[in-house]
């Protein structure tokens, strides 16, 4: 019987990938002892692990306050992963083009797990603004972007996503309870469109579709977010969802999906 992946971690190089983990937007500079307290691990682990990762460059120490914040190694890996990725390059142009038409922020989301992350955005001139920030992980359940993809995964892979981290509520308007989220996907499956309607953030609405690849795979969706006042319902529904739909197809066609015409 051939062994699980995780039989063969090995736990130095996992606590390492934890410790680049632990950085967010919120928290890019931290020093021993809070890596240390967030990790549960001894502050002797911690700067070994540490001092490995500044040698190579992960991470940079700062000469006044000994705190560290991720190296340009990690972004020089990251770019390389980026330039890889067919979505991020095909889907750029469609993303500038639905950011200059409806003037919001755009932005392109690959669904991981129950979360979805931000892969790349373009930003709307707009004063009031909403910005996901790449990287950025988002409930799926609860955004436009996540659930324009999990609409399209099998009863059996939502079941099992469920299992690991059981949707609950982040305002008054989150869809939660598995019967009213497969009825709130099954709508989003056909239409091809996804509302976000103050469901993540209050006071924030969007939409999103999906990104279907030569395989006819959801491999992604594209869409907008920005303040509910400027998204009213009927603009969501009336004007702003077949342009949204028109971005999703064009990148599906640039990733060699056979789209029929509209």
């Known amino acids: 019987m051939r062994k699980a992946k995780s039989d063969y971690l090995i736990q130095s190089v996992s606590r390492a990938l934890d410790i680049l983990e632990a950085f967010a937007p919120g928290q890019a500079a931290l020093g021993v002892t809070d890596l240390s307290r967030k990790l549960k691990l001894h502050k002797n682990n911690v700067f070994r692990l540490l001092a490995t990762l500044e040698t190579r460059g992960y991470v940079e120490q700062d000469a006044e306050s000994g705190s560290y914040r991720l190296g340009m190694k990690t972004f020089e890996v990251a770019s390389v992963?980026?330039?890889?990725?067919?979505l991020v390059k095909q889907a750029r142009v469609a993303l500038e083009q639905l950011a200059r038409e409806t003037d919001e922020a755009a932005c392109l989301g690959v669904l991981d797990g129950h979360t979805v992350v931000c892969v790349d955005e373009v930003e709307t001139a707009q004063p009031v603004r909403v910005v996901s920030?790449?990287?950025?992980?988002?409930?799926?359940?609860?955004?436009?972007?996540?659930?324009?993809?999990?609409?399209f995964r099998t009863p059996d892979e939502l079941e099992q996503l469920w299992k690991a981290e059981e949707p609950t509520a982040l305002t008054g308007?989150?869809?939660?309870?598995?019967?009213?989220l497969a009825e709130e996907l099954a709508r989003v499956a056909g239409q091809d469109l996804a509302l976000e309607d103050e469901e993540l953030e209050v006071g924030v609405r969007g939409l999103a579709a999906p990104v279907r690849d030569h395989a006819k795979r959801v491999v992604g969706a594209i869409g907008i977010r920005g303040p509910a006042f400027r998204l009213p319902l009927d603009r969501l529904e009336g004007e702003l969802g077949p342009r949204v739909r028109a971005a999703a197809r064009e990148v599906s066609r640039r990733l060699g999906f056979a789209v029929l015409p509209a």
């Open 133 to 151: 920030r790449l990287g950025r992980r988002l409930p799926g359940h609860a955004s436009a972007l996540g659930k324009a993809q999990l609409a």
């Open 173 to 180: 308007r989150t869809t939660v309870g598995r019967a009213r």
């Open 81 to 86: 992963f980026l330039h890889h990725l067919s």
